[in-house]
C-alpha cells in the first residue's frame, strides 16, 4: 500500500470523521509429515470511513483505494448515521471526547525479501532434520507465517498516523504414539518483525527441535496430575493468558457497559498487593512490544493502562465512546484487524509487572504441586471464570521438579486466584504469538513473569 496522507479529504467531513487505509499481507506455508498442505500468500486491502453524531456512528468501507472511493465511503457513513439520528433523537447533542495524535512508525525490515518457495525449502529443511534424526515420531506440523498490517489514519480531530507493524511466527507441533494415543507438545517463535527479520538459516533451528523432543518424550511417559487446589506455578505464557482472557477482558469499558463482574469492583482489592497488571501500549522497559500501539485506530495516542495496581482494580481500557460513557480518559485501545472492521475495544500488550522473586525460589517454595509451562487452549467469561488446557507442565515435589504431566485442564475464577498470588518472578518473557478472538483476530502481546498461587487443576 502506498503511504498516502488522508487530510486532503477533509473538506468531505460535516461531522467527526476517521477516514482509515489499510493493507494486510498474510504470507503463509504449511508442512505435514515433509508435505506441502497449505501455501499462501495473499493481500487484503481497502478504504472505511467512520462517521459519529449524536450518540451514532455510519461506517462504510470499500475494498478499492481511490479518490473517488474515498469520498464515496464518507458520504455513505455520513448518510448512515444521519439516517440513524432522523430513528433516534433522544441522544442530540452527546459529543466524544476530542483527541490529537500524530505518529509515524514503520517496521518494513532492511532485508532483502525472499520467495514463496525459499521459505517452502527453509521449512523442508527443517522437517528433514526431524524426520532423519527422530523416525519414531508419529506426526509432524510446521508453519510459518508472516502478517503485515499496514495503515494510514486521518481524523477530523486532526489526528493523523501512519503504521506498518509486522509479525513472522514458526510453529512446530510434534507428536508421538504412546499406549496406543498420540501425545502432542508445540512451540512457537519468532515475534515483532518479517520473516527475513526472524528466520535465515533453517540450522538455527535444530536445537530448538532437540529440546522440544525431549520435552515430548517426557510428557509421553510423564503422570496424571492428581486432582484438587493445589499450590501451581504459571509460567509466563500462562500467566500472560490469564492476564489477557480471565482478567483483560473483564475490563474492557465495552464488556464493563455489558456487564462484566469488573463494573462492580473498581477502586477495590481484587488481588493479592503483589499483583500489578498493565496493558502496555508500545514499551516494556525500554523495549518495544510484541504489538507496538502509539496512535489507535480513532487516532488518540495509545497510553500504558494500569489496570491493577498492588491489587487494586484502577482503571478499565477504553475508546472515546466508552470514556465519555464513564468520563474517563481514552486510553488508545480501539483497534481493528482489517480495513472493513470497525476498531474495538482491544487488548496490546498485556502483561503482571515482574516481582522481586526468581523461579528457583518459587519451585523451592512448593512441597507438593505443579509448574505449568504452556497452554493448548482455553476460554473465560465475564465473571472472570476460566478453563486453560495444560498442554506441558511438570510435578513440584519437595521443592524440585519431578516427572511431566499429561496434558490437563486448570480452572477457576481469576480474580480469586490472583487474591492467593504469594510470589512473582523478576523476569518478563513475552510470549511470540498471541492473537485475540473478540469478534475479529487481532494480534496482541501477552506474557510476564510466572506467578505462583493455587487454582483447581484436573487429573486423570
Same mark, same amino acid.
Given at each position: 500500500?502506498?503511504?498516502?496522507?488522508?487530510?486532503?479529504?477533509?473538506?468531505?467531513?460535516?461531522?467527526?470523521?476517521?477516514?482509515?487505509?489499510?493493507?494486510?499481507?498474510?504470507?503463509?506455508?504449511?508442512?505435514?509429515?515433509?508435505?506441502?498442505?497449505?501455501?499462501?500468500?495473499?493481500?487484503?486491502?481497502?478504504?472505511?470511513?467512520?462517521?459519529?453524531?449524536?450518540?451514532?456512528?455510519?461506517?462504510?468501507?470499500?475494498?478499492?483505494?481511490?479518490?473517488?472511493?474515498?469520498?464515496?465511503?464518507?458520504?455513505?457513513?455520513?448518510?448512515?448515521?444521519?439516517?440513524?439520528?432522523?430513528?433516534?433523537?433522544?441522544?442530540?447533542?452527546?459529543?466524544?471526547?476530542?483527541?490529537?495524535?500524530?505518529?509515524?512508525?514503520?517496521?518494513?525490515?532492511?532485508?532483502?525479501?525472499?520467495?514463496?518457495?525459499?521459505?517452502?525449502?527453509?521449512?523442508?529443511?527443517?522437517?528433514?532434520?526431524?524426520?532423519? !534424526?527422530?523416525?519414531?515420531?508419529? #506426526?509432524?506440523?510446521? %508453519?510459518? =507465517? @508472516? $502478517?503485515?498490517?499496514?495503515?494510514?489514519? *486521518?481524523?477530523?480531530?486532526?489526528?493523523?498516523?501512519?503504521?506498518?507493524?509486522?509479525?513472522?511466527?514458526?510453529?512446530?507441533?510434534?507428536?508421538?504414539? !504412546?499406549?496406543?494415543?498420540?501425545? #502432542?507438545?508445540?512451540? %512457537?517463535? =519468532? @515475534? $515483532?518483525?518479517?520473516?527475513?527479520?526472524? *528466520?535465515?538459516?533453517?540450522?538455527?533451528?535444530?536445537?530448538?527441535?532437540?529440546?522440544?523432543?525431549?520435552?515430548?518424550?517426557?510428557?509421553?511417559?510423564?503422570?496424571?496430575?492428581?486432582?484438587?487446589?493445589?499450590?501451581?506455578?504459571?509460567?509466563?505464557?500462562?500467566?500472560?493468558?490469564?492476564?489477557?482472557?480471565?482478567?483483560?477482558?473483564?475490563?474492557?469499558?465495552?464488556?464493563?457497559?455489558?456487564?462484566?463482574?469488573?463494573?462492580?469492583?473498581?477502586?477495590?482489592?481484587?488481588?493479592?498487593?503483589?499483583?500489578?497488571?498493565?496493558?502496555?501500549?508500545?514499551?516494556f522497559d525500554g523495549n518495544t512490544c510484541p504489538?507496538?500501539?502509539?496512535?489507535?485506530?480513532?487516532?488518540?495516542?495509545?497510553?500504558?493502562?494500569?489496570?491493577?495496581?498492588?491489587?487494586?482494580?484502577?482503571?478499565?481500557?477504553?475508546?472515546?465512546?466508552?470514556?465519555?460513557?464513564?468520563?474517563?480518559?481514552?486510553?488508545?485501545?480501539?483497534?481493528?484487524?482489517?480495513?472493513?472492521?470497525?476498531?474495538?475495544?482491544?487488548?496490546?500488550?498485556t502483561a503482571f509487572v515482574p516481582g522481586t522473586?526468581?523461579?528457583?525460589?518459587?519451585?523451592?517454595?512448593?512441597?507438593?504441586?505443579?509448574?505449568?509451562?504452556?497452554?493448548?487452549?482455553?476460554?473465560?467469561?465475564?465473571?472472570?471464570?476460566?478453563?486453560?488446557?495444560?498442554?506441558?507442565?511438570?510435578?513440584?515435589?519437595?521443592?524440585?521438579?519431578?516427572?511431566?504431566?499429561?496434558?490437563?485442564?486448570?480452572?477457576?475464577?481469576?480474580?480469586?486466584?490472583?487474591?492467593?498470588?504469594?510470589?512473582?518472578?523478576?523476569?518478563?518473557?513475552?510470549?511470540?504469538?498471541?492473537?485475540?478472538?473478540?469478534?475479529?483476530?487481532?494480534?496482541?502481546?501477552?506474557?510476564?513473569?510466572?506467578?505462583?498461587?493455587?487454582?483447581?487443576?484436573?487429573?486423570?
Open positions: 500500500m502506498k503511504h498516502e496522507s488522508l487530510n486532503q479529504f477533509k473538506d468531505s467531513f460535516t461531522h467527526y470523521t476517521e477516514l482509515r487505509a489499510q493493507e494486510n499481507r498474510n504470507n503463509r506455508v504449511t508442512l505435514t509429515n515433509g508435505d506441502v498442505t497449505g501455501n499462501v500468500n495473499a493481500v487484503t486491502s481497502g478504504i472505511s470511513a467512520r462517521v459519529y453524531k449524536d450518540g451514532n456512528w455510519g461506517f462504510s468501507s470499500n475494498p478499492e483505494i481511490s479518490d473517488e472511493s474515498i469520498t464515496r465511503a464518507v458520504k455513505a457513513s455520513t448518510d448512515n448515521v444521519q439516517f440513524m439520528n432522523k430513528k433516534d433523537t433522544s441522544r442530540c447533542g452527546i459529543f466524544l471526547p476530542e483527541t490529537q495524535a500524530n505518529y509515524e512508525m514503520d517496521f518494513t525490515t532492511p532485508q532483502n525479501r525472499q520467495t514463496q518457495k525459499h521459505w517452502v525449502d527453509y521449512l523442508r529443511d527443517i522437517d528433514g532434520y526431524i524426520e532423519k !534424526k527422530y523416525p519414531e515420531l508419529l #506426526s509432524r506440523n510446521i %508453519v510459518l =507465517g @508472516g $502478517l503485515d498490517m499496514e495503515k494510514s489514519l *486521518f481524523t477530523s480531530d486532526g489526528s493523523e498516523s501512519y503504521s506498518m507493524t509486522p509479525r513472522a511466527l514458526l510453529y512446530i507441533l510434534l507428536s508421538i504414539e !504412546k499406549d496406543g494415543a498420540p501425545v #502432542s507438545v508445540m512451540d %512457537v517463535w =519468532g @515475534g $515483532l518483525g518479517q520473516l527475513e527479520d526472524k *528466520f535465515s538459516e533453517p540450522t538455527e533451528f535444530y536445537k530448538e527441535v532437540d529440546v522440544l523432543v525431549e520435552k515430548l518424550k517426557k510428557k509421553a511417559n510423564g503422570v496424571h496430575p492428581e486432582a484438587g487446589t493445589k499450590d501451581v506455578i504459571l509460567d509466563a505464557d500462562l500467566a500472560g493468558i490469564l492476564a489477557h482472557e480471565a482478567i483483560g477482558h473483564t475490563t474492557e469499558a465495552d464488556f464493563v457497559m455489558g456487564g462484566s463482574v469488573a463494573g462492580d469492583y473498581l477502586n477495590q482489592q481484587v488481588a493479592s498487593p503483589l499483583v500489578t497488571l498493565i496493558d502496555y501500549a508500545n514499551t504489538v507496538p500501539v502509539y496512535v489507535d485506530d480513532e487516532g488518540t495516542q495509545s497510553d500504558d493502562v494500569v489496570i491493577i495496581e498492588n491489587g487494586i482494580l484502577k482503571s478499565y481500557m477504553h475508546n472515546k465512546d466508552s470514556a465519555r460513557h464513564f468520563e474517563m480518559k481514552p486510553t488508545g485501545n480501539a483497534r481493528a484487524y482489517e480495513f472493513s472492521d470497525e476498531p474495538l475495544i482491544r487488548m496490546r500488550n522473586s526468581s523461579l528457583e525460589e518459587m519451585i523451592a517454595s512448593i512441597d507438593d504441586g505443579y509448574y505449568l509451562k504452556r497452554s493448548s487452549n482455553g476460554q473465560a467469561d465475564s465473571t472472570s471464570e476460566f478453563m486453560f488446557g495444560i498442554g506441558m507442565g511438570y510435578e513440584i515435589k519437595n521443592g524440585k521438579i519431578g516427572q511431566a504431566i499429561k496434558d490437563t485442564t486448570i480452572s477457576g475464577v481469576a480474580f480469586d486466584v490472583l487474591k492467593t498470588v504469594d510470589m512473582v518472578s523478576s523476569d518478563m518473557v513475552w510470549s511470540a504469538g498471541g492473537m485475540c478472538g473478540k469478534k475479529q483476530w487481532i494480534p496482541v502481546g501477552m506474557g510476564g513473569p510466572a506467578i505462583k498461587c493455587k487454582v483447581n487443576i484436573g487429573g486423570r
